[in-house]
Every structure is written in C-alpha cells, then in structure tokens.
C-alpha cells in the first residue's frame, strides 16, 4: 500500500510524541511495536531527519549546537512503530563525565532494548567515520544489530565526494557484513534521499 511517494507520506504523516526517557530501563511498558533507532555523533542531523521523514517542522528537537537531544525521544508511527531518537556521542565540549552518561545511556539501549529491529547509524557526509564511530560500529556488531548507514547533509559536498564516501565506508563494512544492511543517504532541505528512507522504516513495521 505505502509504496509510492504519496502514500509513505501519508503512512508518516500520522505521528505522535511518546516520552522522553533518561534511560533503558525507565521506559515504561509501550505498545508491542517493532523499534528503530538514529544514532550517530552529535550534530550529525538525526533530529533534523525525524523531522523530514514524518513531514513535521518540530517533533524532534534540532539546533545548530550540539549536544541538542538529551535523552531516549520515542515517536509512534501510525500506530504501527516506534522511531528513537537518541543523543548524539563524541561531542567535545562537554564535560567528560556528562559524555560518559551519554555514551552509557546509548550503550543500554542499543545492548538491552528488547524491541529494537533495526538501527539507522548516521555519518555526516563532509566529516565522514571518526573513531567514535568505529566504537559505535563495534557495540552494533557485538550486540548483534541489524544497522543501515545514512550519510546525511550530502546538499554540502559534491557527488564526486559522495561516491568516494559510499566506496570508502563500503569497504570498511566488510568488517560489520553480518550486521551491515544498506547504506542510504540524506539532505534535509530539497529532500534527496528520504523516500528510500522512509520505505525501508515502513518496511520494518510491517
Ligand atoms: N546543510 C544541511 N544541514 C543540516 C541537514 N540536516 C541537519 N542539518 C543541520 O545540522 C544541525 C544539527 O541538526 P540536528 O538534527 O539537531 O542534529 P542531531 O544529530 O540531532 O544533534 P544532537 O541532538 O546534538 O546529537 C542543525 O543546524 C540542522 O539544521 C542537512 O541535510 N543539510
Ligand atoms: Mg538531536
């Protein structure tokens, strides 16, 4: 049914905000709905993408600093799913202890989140794969989730410069085969990229 442009949009169109949650455990019991998460260093567009996919200018919280999402944000999708927006990691300029809650706060929820099918892991086009990243490749991997890449904010390097960033991360996901699905890409203001990314969460509630 949702396959075309139109209907997806319609399928997203139908959201609403669940909670905010400091940490794993202290969701409370949710509707059984199949989870997908975005994750990825600070900054990197994972609010920003929330709010392109459902077509709403302020579910998620976005802000030109980073540090913006603090805590677990769970939206429902048309009743169907659940879309997680966690923090971001690898932020500087916060101090050391507050990163480390961060980062044990997304280490939870990746490691016990019984509900979790599919985790969209977000690289910014321009920056590419930081060793923060890798760490994160690693707890995928070991934890045994399914993840797809998004290369988000592509409207800022040239096409040249994209595929050799697709190519790049490629290879590197020789190492992940077991848990890499896709790599997609993204860009917030004409909309490139998020009809593929739209159909493959739809397919994840089904
Ligand atoms: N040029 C460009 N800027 C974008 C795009 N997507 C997001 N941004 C900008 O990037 C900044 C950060 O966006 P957020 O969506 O708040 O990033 P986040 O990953 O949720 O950040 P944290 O919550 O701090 O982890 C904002 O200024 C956005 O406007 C994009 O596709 N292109
Ligand atoms: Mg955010």
């Known amino acids: 049914m949702a396959s ?6 319609i399928f997203f169109a139908k959201n609403k ?24 260093r600070s900054n990197v567009g994972k609010s920003s993408l929330i709010n392109v996919l459902t077509k709403t200018k302020k579910l998620a919280k976005t802000s030109k600093t980073p540090g913006r999402t603090q805590a677990i944000n769970i939206f429902e999708i048309n009743n169907k ?8 990691y690898g932020y500087a300029k ?4 507050a990163r480390e809650n961060l980062m044990t706060l997304i280490q939870e929820y990746i490691e016990y989140r019984d509900k979790l099918d ?16 890798i760490d994160m490749l690693d707890l995928l991997s070991d934890c045994s989730r399914k993840f797809s890449i998004i290369l988000t904010k592509i409207d800022k390097i040239s096409n040249n410069y994209l595929e050799y960033q697709k190519k790049s991360i490629l290879s590197l996901m020789q190492n992940y085969k077991k848990s ?4 997609y ?22």
Not at 4 to 9: D, M, R, V
Not at 81 to 88: E, F, I
Not at 94 to 97: L, M, P
Not at 187 to 206: A, D, M, P
């Open 4 to 9: 075309s442009n139109k209907n997806l949009n």
């Open 17 to 40: 905000f669940v909670g905010s949650f400091e940490s794993q455990d202290k969701i409370p019991l949710l509707k059984a709905h199949n989870e997908c998460c975005f994750i990825g």
């Open 81 to 88: 799913l659940n879309l997680v927006d966690l923090p971001g």
């Open 94 to 97: 916060v101090s050391k202890v």
């Open 118 to 133: 599919h985790v969209f892991l977000l690289i910014d086009s321009k920056v590419g794969i930081k060793n923060s990243d």
């Open 180 to 183: 890499f699905t896709k790599i």
């Open 185 to 206: 890409q993204s860009e917030t203001k004409k909309n490139n990229g998020i009809t593929e990314i739209q159909r493959s969460i739809y397919g994840i509630s089904q």
